[in-house]
């Protein structure tokens, strides 16, 4: 199975900041990156696939790089919905993997 | 809009067989792909396996011994079944539509999730 690992496991931030979340695999997966964010309660969302592709509905403020092993989801401008967890995962092949997941909490 | 909802018994006995099904509205199960997800507190966020609408299935090899998926088209449903539970099968479910297929480039993700079933193994 690809491991994938994230960092930080957790941070504090406020409403405006640009918060950056990084994802690593275990080995090469080219750019079959996709990352979600999940809500106690709600259904989870996808935001970017693909690595950088934005989902349709997702605010322009989410974005995605990376390619290869190391991977970034950046909020330009935190606000205050966006308080939630953050998975990556990876699509290169079977079984898909999911990271442990970020929480980003308010400051 | 498409919803899709988890529903089933929330506990089930140790070495029984959980089942869930899963209710698609406001769209159609074909031409799509769909998998079934749990997120539990030891294991974070585990993809269980996808059955496309014409039946073909890939599961997750850790799991492989013990599951089933399938699909009923009549009645815009999934379902799964996992026997032989144990407490570490306590988890949430979730069901997704995929969208995936084989090829080359294609990116597979899960771009619709139901809010989830949480199901715990206990006597």
């Known amino acids: 199975d690809v491991q994938m690992t994230q960092s930080p496991s957790s941070l504090s931030a406020s409403v405006g900041d640009r918060v950056t979340i990084t994802c690593r695999a275990g080995r090469i997966i080219d750019n079959y990156l996709n990352w979600y964010q999940l809500k106690p309660g709600t259904a989870p969302k996808l935001l970017i696939y693909g690595a950088s592709s934005l989902q349709s509905g997702v605010p322009s403020r989410f974005s995605g790089s990376g390619s290869g092993t190391d991977f970034t989801l950046t909020i330009s401008s935190l606000q205050l919905e966006d308080f939630a967890t953050y998975h990556c995962q990876q699509s290169y092949t079977p079984p898909f993997t999911f990271g442990p997941g970020t929480k980003v909490e308010i400051k | 809009q498409v919803q899709l909802q988890e529903s089933g018994p929330r506990l089930v006995k140790p070495s029984e067989t959980l089942s869930l099904i899963c209710s698609v509205s406001?769209?159609?199960?074909?031409?799509?792909?769909w998998s079934w997800i749990r997120q539990s507190p030891g294991k974070g966020l585990e993809w269980i396996g996808f059955?496309?609408?014409?039946?073909?299935?890939n599961y997750n090899p850790s799991l492989q011994s013990r599951v089933t998926m399938s699909v009923d088209t009549s009645k815009n449903q999934l379902s799964l079944t996992l026997k032989s539970v144990t407490a570490a099968d306590t988890a949430v479910y979730f069901c997704?539509?995929?969208?995936?297929?084989?090829?080359?480039?294609?990116?597979?993700?899960?771009?619709?999730w139901g809010r989830g079933s949480l199901i715990t193994v206990s006597s």
């Open positions: 059955i496309h609408y014409t039946g073909t299935t």
């Open positions: 997704t539509r995929d969208h995936g297929g084989y090829g080359a480039n294609v990116v597979w993700y899960f771009d619709l």
């Open positions: 406001g769209g159609s199960i074909s031409p799509y792909y």
